[in-house]
């Protein structure tokens, strides 16, 4: 006889059992301790004495259940799923099955048919595990890049975003810098103060916010951001992580930020950016005093930066190409440019010109890299519209500057009725309306105190007048 499989059950009601049998434990003891009748020992204690301890394994052990599904209907249903349903979850898959199809069986049921197919992983199957990465072993090779928006003035001034450069083979902070929002040009006064510091580092390396990646690029784009096409033109790699984990140095650099940062401009009394971006320098000392970490190799691989800083004017810049109509004319930023006439412009009619919108918010028109003289043909049209598209790292900036727009607006003229513009005017009395039934009564009571009132007067005017010593 091979291997016996007993529950741990079956093995005490075996022992209990040969205890009876050696005369060692009574039926009613053996009773009390299985908790179990009299009679059902004394049925289990035959069974032990004809067949052994194996008859008092349980008989329904390693047969097929009565209420086991067809395999046919677990088939039939998988090909549904299969067919219809691939990507559905078990307890919806269960709910379509018994709703267009009459196939009613239970979710669970569902599920491990799912999973011993494949069609389905478990919760423990799906799980994903972000292995630590080293540090890049040379100060200068990555950079990490990051926004990171707070109330870093607590209830003293409004939430703002601090953007963080970080160094990854060190956790050096290399330049911080608050900002209303992230924006390209937000990133590119941190990115412009940061080349002037250390030089052009190897690469940058993001998340996919849409200042580093196109979300959605088309065969009409180049798939660039302005933020990738400047860098590109310094010759640096930007590189974007897949989740937040994969970027963790400069994570974590924030949660540290978050309480440090914070707690460090409420003792020194700062409220708003400017103060904050004045308190920064002293603040990057002091923490990479304390938390930075020397490299793996003491190579600098910051690069020089190669190119005169006025020119950095025309590299952080949005590039943008736009057509020229035939009145000279073209739209860009909800504008009209009007170019002025010249032997250049002339032939520019129905070609397309690139435009340069600068830091400081002026705007380039070039042909061929020549700068044509231009002017804003109506400055007024430039407003925030109801149907305009922002982001969630926007949102701030943009309510911001509709409140402003807002307080600034005229006040809506007062719209007059009908009757005012007729010559009627308000003069704020009620009308008389109907006359009372008791104001005839009201009127004679108030001339009858008149005559009383009048009456006296007269009579005190007389006994003075009979006095006359008093």
Avoid at 144 to 149: A, K, L, N, R, V
Avoid at 173 to 185: I, N, Q
Avoid at 249 to 271: C, F, M, P, W, Y
């Amino acid at each position: 006889m091979g291997w016996v499989v007993m529950s741990e059950r079956e093995l005490n009601r075996v022992e209990v059992l040969a205890q009876v049998d050696d005369g060692q434990l009574s039926v009613d003891n053996a009773a009390n301790m299985l908790n179990l009748t009299p009679r059902q020992v004394f049925r289990l204690l035959k069974r032990y004495r004809q067949d052994g301890a194996s008859a008092i394994r349980h008989k329904a052990r390693d047969k097929p259940p009565n209420n086991r599904i067809h395999h046919a209907k677990r088939d039939y249903a998988l090909s549904l799923i299969k067919e219809s349903f691939a990507d559905f979850g078990p307890t919806l898959a269960t709910e379509m099955l018994a709703e267009h199809h009459g196939f009613k069986v239970s979710r669970e049921t569902v599920r491990k048919w799912m999973q011993e197919d494949g069609i389905w992983l478990s919760r423990k199957q799906r799980r994903t595990f972000h292995q630590p990465r080293l540090r890049r072993e040379c100060y200068g090779e990555l950079i990490q890049i990051d926004g990171s928006d707070h109330r870093w003035f607590e209830d003293r001034g409004d939430p703002c975003t601090l953007l963080i450069f970080i160094d990854d083979a060190t956790s050096t902070l290399m330049e911080l810098r608050f900002v209303k929002s992230e924006s390209t040009f937000s990133y590119f006064e941190a990115l412009e103060s940061y080349l002037l510091k250390h030089g052009r580092p190897v690469a940058f390396y993001s998340d996919k916010h849409t200042v580093f990646r196109v979300p959605k690029p088309n065969e009409h784009m180049t798939g660039m951001t302005q933020f990738g096409r400047a860098l590109a033109e310094l010759n640096i790699e930007i590189i974007c992580a897949n989740s937040s984990q994969a970027k963790g140095r400069v994570e974590r650099a924030n949660r540290t930020l978050q309480d440090r940062l914070v707690k460090e401009l409420r003792i020194a009394g700062i409220s708003n950016m400017d103060d904050g971006n004045a308190f920064l320098a002293g603040f990057i000392e002091r923490y990479n005093t304390k938390f930075a970490k020397a490299p793996a190799k003491p190579d600098n691989l910051h690069r020089a930066l190669n190119i005169e800083p006025d020119r950095l004017a025309e590299v952080f810049c949005l590039r943008d190409r736009r057509y020229v109509t035939k009145d000279l004319t073209l739209k860009y930023d909800r504008k009209r440019i009007r170019l002025e006439v010249n032997d250049l412009s002339r032939g520019l009619v129905g070609k397309y010109v690139e435009v340069y919108e600068m830091l400081d918010g002026r705007i380039q028109v070039r042909a061929k890299g020549v700068a044509l003289p231009c002017s804003i043909f109506d400055p007024h049209q430039q407003r925030v519209t109801h149907a305009a598209i922002t982001e969630n790292k926007h949102l701030s900036a943009v309510l911001a500057h509709i409140k402003e727009e807002q307080e600034k607006a005229v006040p809506p003229p007062k719209v007059k009725p009908v009757s005012a513009k007729n010559g009627y005017k308000n003069t704020g009395r009620r009308p008389p309306g109907r006359p009372s039934k008791m104001e005839a009564y009201y009127e004679r009571r108030r001339a009858e105190r008149a005559a009383e009132a009048k009456a006296a007067e007269t009579t005190s005017g007389t006994s003075k007048a009979l006095h006359p010593l008093e």
